[in-house]
C-alpha cells in the first residue's frame, strides 16, 4: 500500500517567515508533485521533481522552491510567506515508466494559514 | 486558462439514482483521463481513469465515457450511496506527448441525499 506522509496537518505562520513543508514516500516512486488547492480553482501544480536534485517548475512555481537530496523525500519552501500563499497543500507520488502514465497518490495535506 | 472545466460545482443526488459528473478540456494533447475523489481533510484518492483509445471505462459502480470529438468527459455512478458524498476532481494528462503531469479541473461537490 502505497503510503505518502506531510509532516504537518495544520501551521500558522506569521508574514516573512521561512516555511518548510515535506512530503515521504515509501513506495520507491521516481515523482513527486507537490499542489495547492484552493475554491474555485482545484488543484494547481506547484513544482515536480522526476528524479533526485532534479526540479520542474509547474503552473504556478512564483514565491516558492523545492528541494529532493534524497528519492523519498520532497520538501517544499516558502521563502518569505506572504498572506496569499494561505492554502491546503498536497504533495504526490508516482511511478512513471517510459511512455505509461500511472496514478498519483496524494498525501493527507497541510493546511497553512499566513497571518 | 483553465484547460480543464467542471461547469458544475455542487451536485445533489438522491441515494440509489444515478450520479454523472461532467468534466470538458481544451488541450487537444491529452490522451490519458484521470478520476480523483477527495474526502475533507484527506488527500485526493484515485477513483478511475481512461486512455484516449477507449471511449468508456467501468469499474464497479463508476464508468467513466470519454467523446474525444467533444472533448468531454464524464463519470457515472450508479446506485449513488452516501459514502460517495465528496468533491469530485477530474484531471488529464499528455502522457504520450512525454508530459507526465496532471492538470485538474476546479471540481463538483457531490451531495447524496439518504
Known amino acids: 500500500d502505497v503510503k505518502v506522509t506531510q509532516s504537518s496537518r495544520y501551521l500558522v505562520k506569521r508574514t516573512g517567515e521561512k516555511v518548510f513543508l515535506e512530503c515521504v514516500q515509501d513506495?520507491?516512486?521516481?515523482?513527486m508533485f507537490w499542489y495547492r488547492q484552493d475554491p474555485g480553482l482545484g488543484l494547481r501544480l506547484i513544482y515536480f521533481?522526476?528524479?533526485?536534485?532534479?526540479?520542474e517548475k509547474g503552473d504556478i512555481p512564483e514565491g516558492y522552491s523545492v528541494s529532493r537530496e534524497k528519492k523519498e523525500r520532497f520538501s517544499l519552501i516558502l521563502e518569505s510567506a506572504s498572506t496569499n500563499q494561505t492554502s491546503m497543500y498536497l504533495c504526490?507520488?508516482?511511478?512513471?515508466?517510459?511512455?505509461?502514465?500511472?496514478?498519483?497518490?496524494f498525501g493527507p495535506g497541510t493546511r497553512l494559514l499566513v497571518l | 486558462d483553465q484547460q480543464v472545466k467542471q461547469n458544475s460545482p455542487s451536485l445533489s443526488v438522491q441515494e440509489g439514482r444515478i450520479s454523472i459528473l461532467n468534466c470538458d478540456y481544451t488541450?487537444?494533447?491529452?490522451?490519458?483521463f484521470l478520476w480523483y475523489k477527495k474526502y475533507p481533510a484527506e488527500g485526493p484518492t484515485f477513483l478511475i481513469s481512461?486512455?484516449?483509445?477507449?471511449d468508456k471505462n467501468e469499474d464497479g459502480r463508476f464508468t467513466v465515457f470519454l467523446n474525444k470529438s467533444a472533448k468531454h468527459l464524464s463519470l457515472h455512478i450508479v446506485p449513488s450511496q452516501p459514502g460517495d458524498s465528496a468533491v469530485y476532481f477530474c484531471a488529464a494528462s499528455a502522457i504520450g506527448f512525454g508530459n507526465e503531469k496532471l492538470t485538474f479541473g476546479t471540481g463538483t461537490r457531490l451531495t447524496i441525499i439518504p
Open positions: 481512461i486512455s484516449s483509445i477507449k
Open positions: 488541450n487537444s494533447m491529452f490522451d490519458y
Open positions: 521533481s522526476y528524479d533526485v536534485k532534479m526540479k
Open positions: 504526490a507520488s508516482s511511478f512513471s515508466p517510459s511512455g505509461k502514465q500511472e496514478t498519483q497518490y
Open positions: 513506495m520507491d516512486h521516481e515523482n
